[in-house]
């Protein structure tokens, strides 16, 4: 099975799950967005933008399992994940999302969007309670528990992937 991540995230709580899952696969995670930039960004970033996305788009075709991975805006998946579930080119993917306090339907609306598109849905979890950036300021033994969920989470991906 060859794995691929790919991510948005605005304040580096969703980079940082999708880091530790790309690891336990030997793969790489991909973004789909700058996370330097604040707003729509300049010219220059909206359109090296653009190219993280077509880049990604591109990259996925060659594997057989996309795990992507989205922060939870107003309850629901960020706008560029949308899109990229809408026009990814896989057989089969995997979901995740990061949170603070509502999930919303994050990942409900994706799941719908991949039952639509024929693409099977292998798995999806939700990685709660990580405010805004929270990650990388979390003390060992709490970085550590969102560790173990990602790792649990790739495992079942691998396991599921197969069935």
Request: with cysteine.
């Amino acid at each position: 099975m060859k794995a691929l991540v790919i991510y948005h995230s605005k304040t580096n709580n969703t980079k940082s799950i999708a880091e530790i899952i790309a690891k336990q696969l030997k793969t790489e995670a991909i973004p789909i967005n700058l996370l330097e930039k604040k707003g729509r960004g300049t010219k220059e970033e909206q359109e090296k933008e653009k190219e993280l996305f077509n880049d990604a788009l591109n990259k996925s075709k060659d594997f057989d399992l996309i795990i992507i991975g989205t922060p939870t805006s107003f309850q629901k998946a960020h706008s560029k994940i949308i899109r990229f579930v809408k026009a990814v080119e896989c057989l089969k993917v995997a979901l995740f999302c990061t949170y603070y306090n509502k999930v919303g339907t994050t990942l409900t609306d994706l799941e719908d969007i991949l039952k639509e598109r024929k693409i099977q849905l292998v798995t999806s979890y939700a990685f709660d309670n990580l405010k805004s950036g929270q990650y990388k300021e979390l003390d060992d033994k709490k970085r550590k528990a969102y560790f173990i969920k990602a790792k649990e989470f790739t495992r079942k991906c691998i396991s599921l992937f197969n069935k």
